[in-house]
């Protein structure tokens, strides 16, 4: 069974970046998509990228293209998400998925807040 | 880009009561590729149907899906206490991006 495990929690500057990580255990790492999803604080669900790692090929969402790097490390079963040019809008948790394409998601990992403060 | 309007915002309703929730498409969602979450404070969403009408492994009954084209539901049949929560539909047929709706906050009444 898969499971999905994140990185803690982080606080950052206004203008810096963070790279959060997710960490899959169970099933085979390399044979399905993984996505990122994000929830300002009392706000919905936004998408942001997806990546299939046997391919290191990733898709962004427009609202994010240019700030949001998704990679994956197969040794590790690790995929990163990276943010850049960090604003307080940004502040959210920011969830990893297993899905993406045209697969639902399924598990989800526990969520990681990132708080943009100065 | 599909997007997913969720109705009504909130909905009050006692224990053991009917619940509707209603998720439109601006577009046909191919395939009926739409799936229901249920999310509750301070976790991760879960995953509660697929397919617009399968239930996930390990849903109880009293929940149920259907629809197609552009208008979907999900039906909780009797709230349990555990069901109060917020839910959100998402396409995942025209993909990128998924997209998802505004949430559903089901509240007792």
């Known amino acids: 069974q898969v499971q999905l495990v994140q990185s803690g929690a982080e606080v950052k500057k206004p203008g810096s970046s963070v790279k959060v990580s997710c960490m899959s255990s169970?099933?085979?790492?390399?044979?399905?998509?993984i996505s990122w999803v994000r929830q300002a604080p009392g706000q919905g669900l936004e998408w942001m990228g997806k990546?299939?790692?046997?391919?290191?090929?990733?898709n962004y969402a427009q609202r994010f293209q240019g700030r949001v790097t998704i990679t994956a490390d197969t040794s590790t079963s690790t995929v990163y998400m990276e943010l850049t040019s960090l604003r307080s809008e940004d502040t959210a948790v920011y969830y990893c998925?297993?899905?993406?394409?045209?697969?639902?998601?399924?598990?989800w990992g526990q969520g990681t807040l990132v708080t943009v403060s100065s | 880009e599909i997007v997913l309007t969720q109705s009504p915002g909130t909905l009050s309703l006692s224990p053991g009561e009917r619940a509707t929730l209603s998720c439109r498409a601006s577009?046909?969602?191919?395939?009926?590729?739409l799936a229901w979450y249920q999310q509750k404070p301070g976790q991760a969403p879960r995953l509660l149907m697929t397919g617009a009408s399968s239930r996930a492994t390990g849903i109880p009954d009293r929940f149920s899906g259907s629809g197609s084209g552009t208008d979907f539901t999900l039906t909780i049949s009797r709230l349990e206490p555990e069901d109060f929560a917020v839910y959100y539909c998402?396409?995942?047929?025209?993909?990128?991006?998924?997209?998802f709706g505004g949430g559903t906050k089901v509240e007792i009444k």
């Open positions: 169970g099933g085979t790492f390399n044979s399905y998509t």
């Open positions: 990546i299939i790692p046997v391919l290191s090929v990733a």
């Open positions: 577009q046909r969602v191919s395939s009926n590729y």
């Open positions: 998925a297993r899905g993406g394409g045209r697969v639902w998601l399924d598990p």
């Open positions: 998402q396409q995942y047929g025209s993909s990128p991006p998924l997209t």
